[in-house]
């Protein structure tokens, strides 16, 4: 399992919830999911979750919301 993440400060919540609910399999990659050196790390995955970031006003993620940086 593989957790990837832009900012260095969300990785570590993320490492510390899975120290939390004491989950262990995963390898935690910072980096930009997009990007062909974390593509080629994850090249193994069988499913990916995809969470984008968004603005606070947005209670609800939709696909009309969604735009590419």
Same mark, same amino acid.
């Given at each position: 399992?593989?957790?990837? /993440?832009?900012?260095? &400060? %969300?990785?570590?919540? =993320?490492?510390?919830?899975?120290?939390?609910?004491?989950?262990?399999?995963? #390898?935690?990659?910072?980096?930009?999911?997009?990007? /062909?050196?974390?593509? &080629? %790390?994850?090249?193994? =995955?069988?499913?990916?979750?995809?969470?984008?970031?968004?603005?606070?006003? #947005?209670?609800?993620?939709?696909?009309?919301?969604?735009?590419?940086?």
């Amino acid at each position: 399992m593989y957790a990837i /993440e832009r900012n260095p &400060e %969300k990785l570590e919540y =993320a490492k510390k919830n899975c120290e939390l609910y004491s989950v262990s399999n995963v #390898e935690f990659i910072l980096g930009d999911a997009l990007s /062909e050196s974390v593509k &080629e %790390k994850v090249s193994d =995955a069988n499913i990916i979750f995809s969470d984008p970031a968004r603005p606070l006003s #947005e209670k609800e993620r939709t696909l009309e919301t969604l735009s590419l940086l």
